[in-house]
């Protein structure tokens, strides 16, 4: 297993960012591009617990945006070759317009025919309760 191969990771640092402007712009359609379109691709907010792409959905449709935000320390790793299976992880801090309260978003990622799908995220907020 090759780790951090440099043209997949290049890759999914292009999708996490696509993904990242996506989120900023309230593009809902580009955010559902790249999101598995599965029953089993999983989101956990900082209020929200979502399970298959279509509460996924559902729940954007229904927010109206995301607040704003700019992003701290990424990490993305890669796992596989440009030649077989390829998974990917993207760990990144965040900070909230107005607030110094750091929040956190993982992300899992696989490589399918289609390009690279976020299948899990999770998003929380530093010294949240919910």
């Known amino acids: 297993m090759t780790i951090d191969d440099p ?23 580009a955010m559902d591009a790249l999101f598995h379109d599965a029953p089993t691709t999983n989101r956990y907010g900082v209020g929200e617990v979502l399970y298959g792409i279509a509460a996924i959905r559902d729940f954007r449709r229904g927010r109206g945006g995301s607040p704003q935000r700019q992003l701290g320390r990424v990490a993305i790793t890669v796992y596989g070759t440009v030649y077989g299976d390829a998974f990917a992880t993207a760990d990144a801090e965040f900070f909230r317009d107005g607030t110094d309260r750091r929040g956190r978003q993982t992300q899992s990622w696989v490589r399918f025919p289609d390009g690279w799908k976020i299948v ?4 929380s907020l530093e010294g949240s309760s919910s």
């Open 120 to 123: 899990s995220a999770h998003v």
């Open 7 to 29: 043209a997949l990771l290049a890759e999914v640092t292009a999708a996490f960012h696509a993904y990242e402007r996506a989120l900023m712009a309230d593009d809902i359609a």
